[in-house]
């Protein structure tokens, strides 16, 4: 049971580049949830999704786009990197309980992004 | 203003003190209140979780929530070298989901053997 699982580790890209992440979840969750940590600003919601086949936007959701074709997947892609998208990105996914003590996030380990 | 604030630290502190990590809050609304923990180059964990107001201990953990001064804290007593990890608080309104999570900066916490 690997929980969530996010490709690649690293990454470095060269303004203007597109990349896409990927996150994979084996816990059947419903709800999953792309967040980037930058240093001294806590964890900023880019997009998350309720289902498949359905996205939406947090708080931080402008540079980025999101799919959700296949319950377990949820895709993060930078079309045009910017330096300013230098971050560290988690994936979580949670079951689809009702309030958040009942549904804890379960984050993977993390993208190290760089754009030079 | 961040609706959020949690001192970045590092707080460095011998194995075995306790450990006294806060946040600080300015949304009257809200009343539940998580604290994830983060080991370096992992990703956040739920450690702990409390509703409204009063104290919830778990083993060597207590958090507790002072909702008229709006702050939390989270206490660790006989820390541990496998303490050492950055501390999350995260909170949000009742009938709130995890999408409406608000989350403090982290607290960087170093135990020293």
């Known amino acids: 049971n690997a929980g969530v699982t996010q490709t690649p580790k690293f990454r470095v890209l060269k303004t203007g580049q597109s990349m896409t992440l990927l996150c994979a979840q084996d816990?059947?969750?419903?709800?999953m949830y792309w967040y980037r940590q930058d240093p001294g600003m806590g964890l900023r919601l880019i997009h998350y999704?309720?289902?498949?086949?359905?996205?939406a936007k947090g708080e931080v959701p402008d540079g980025y786009n999101v799919s959700r074709l296949k319950k377990q997947n949820f895709l993060l892609g930078l079309e045009s990197a910017a330096p300013s998208q230098t971050s560290v990105y988690f994936c979580?996914?949670?079951?689809?309980?009702?309030?958040?003590?009942?549904?804890?996030?379960?984050f993977g380990n993390g993208t190290r992004l760089t754009v030079t | 203003q961040k609706e959020v604030e949690q001192d970045p630290g590092p707080l460095s502190v011998p194995e075995g003190a306790i450990v006294s990590l806060n946040c600080t809050y300015s949304?009257?609304?809200?009343?539940?209140f998580m604290w994830y923990r983060q080991y370096s180059r992992k990703g956040p964990e739920l450690l702990m979780y409390?509703?409204s107001s009063g104290n919830k201990e778990d083993g060597r953990f207590t958090a507790q929530v002072d909702k008229s001064s709006k702050y939390i804290s989270l206490f660790i007593r006989d820390s541990q070298p496998s303490d050492s990890a950055t501390y999350l608080c995260?909170?949000?309104?009742?009938?709130?989901?995890?999408?409406?999570?608000?989350w403090g900066a982290g607290t960087k916490l170093i135990i020293k053997p």
């Open positions: 995260a909170m949000s309104a009742p009938g709130g989901s995890n999408y409406q999570l608000i």
């Open positions: 949304n009257s609304a809200f009343q539940y």
């Open positions: 409390t509703y």
């Open positions: 816990m059947n969750h419903e709800y």
């Open positions: 999704s309720v289902g498949e086949g359905t996205t």
């Open positions: 979580a996914s949670t079951e689809p309980k009702t309030g958040v003590l009942n549904s804890p996030l379960h």
